[in-house]
Structure formats: C-alpha cells, structure tokens
C-alpha cells in the first residue's frame, strides 16, 4: 500500500524564481491538502484540493496555487519565489466524507530560495 | 490568538518516566483531535486520535480530551530515548470542511 510520495525531496531556487512541486496521494485517498511548515514551527494550512477543485484555502498569497488530476495527485505552484518561502512543504491526503477524515503526511519537499 | 497553542518546550524528561504533553484549542466546534510526531527533519507521523471526551490507550500512548475545557493531552509511559522528537497538537472541526489546525509542537528529549 504506497503512502503519500512527494518530488522533489530538495529544491534549491532563486529570488523571483518559479517552482513546482509533487505529490501523489495515499491509494484511497481522494483529498489532498498542501502546508507550509517553517523551521521551528507547526505547519501552516495553505489550501485542499477535492474533485479537482481548490475547495479551502489558507492566509496565502496568489502567488501560491495549484492543481489537482483526475487521477487525484496534485501540484504545487509558487511564483516569484521570495526568501521567506524557504520551508519544508508537507502534502498530506486523506479520504474525503468521513467524519474520522485523517491526514497522512508525505516526506515533504524542502525548498530552498536563495 | 492561535487556534491550537502548545507549549515550544523543550520539555525533558529521563528514560523511564511519564512524559506529558499538553495542548489547547479555541474552535469549541472541534470534533477531532490528534497527535503527530515529527523526528527532526522528517514528516509529521500520525500517533493518536481520540474524539469523545476521556481518555484513548494505544501501547504506552495515553491521549486525553476534555472539551469543556478545551483541553487535550498526550502521556507517554515509560518514555524511551526514541521517543525524542516534537509532539503536534491538531484539531478538526468537521463543520469548516474538515479543515485541520496544529499547534507549532512540543520538544520532547528523553535522556538515557
């Protein structure tokens, strides 16, 4: 049973760069949510992606979206990548319609902006 | 204020002892409540989940949920130098889409 799979592991980007990062959900699982977790803190929501739509979504700016596919993997977008988007980027998914929805994290994409 | 608020530690405790880790929310309307735990440079893992109000038992995990005073915690029996790592608090409320909110973590080191 393959968990939640993110790519890259690592990513070493420029100010003003763009960057997009992967994520393929746990077999079963219909939902996918993205966060933003900085060095020291817990991680921060920044939107869940459901029937390919964008259906919740965090305190962060437009230059963050993203995407989900039929097949209910999903993508990360940033744009004009600035120094305080260096974080590790958790995808997590769960099973939609449940009232004990939970989340299984993958192992995170760690970006770098420089 | 914070959804969930935890306190950063770090909190150290020796081998052997009771661990406790405590948590706090502030949506009355939160109906799930977990723990992960997060090794230092790898993904939150999930370890508890309880969702009535008492206390849930998995092995030597013990969580405890006290909704009117919005309150929940995690003891650790017979801590294990293992079990250093940070303890994330999240909460879910089922009537916000099921959106989740975590705490920032609690530092946990057990000493040999």
């Known amino acids: 049973d393959a968990g939640v799979t993110q790519s890259p592991t690592h990513l070493i980007k420029t100010r003003g760069q763009q960057v997009t990062l992967r994520c393929s959900p746990k077999s079963g699982h219909d939902t996918v949510s993205w966060y933003q977790q900085a060095l020291g803190q817990g991680p921060q929501f920044i939107f869940q992606?459901?029937?390919?739509?964008?259906?919740q979504r965090g305190n962060f700016p437009d230059r963050f979206s993203g995407h989900q596919f039929p097949n209910y993997s999903s993508e990360l977008n940033v744009n004009a990548l600035l120094l305080g988007d260096s974080a590790l980027y958790l995808c997590?998914?769960?099973?939609?319609?449940?009232?004990?929805?939970?989340?299984?994290f993958g192992s995170g994409t760690q970006l770098s902006v420089l | 204020q914070k959804e969930v608020e935890q306190n950063s530690g770090p909190l150290s405790v020796p081998e052997g002892a009771i661990a406790s880790l405590n948590c706090t929310y502030s949506d009355r309307g939160s109906q799930s409540f977990f723990w992960y735990r997060q090794y230092s440079g790898k993904s939150p893992e999930l370890i508890m989940s309880?969702?009535?109000?008492g206390d849930k038992e998995d092995g030597r995990f013990t969580a405890q949920l006290n909704k009117a005073s919005q309150y929940v915690s995690l003891l650790i029996r017979d801590s294990q130098p293992s079990d250093s790592a940070t303890y994330l608090c999240a909460v879910q409320n089922w009537d916000n889409f099921n959106k989740f909110y975590f705490g920032s973590g609690t530092k946990l080191n057990v000493k040999p």
């Open positions: 309880i969702y009535s109000n």
């Open positions: 992606y459901y029937e390919e739509e964008e259906r």
């Open positions: 997590a998914s769960s099973l939609k319609g449940t009232t004990n929805e939970k989340l299984f």
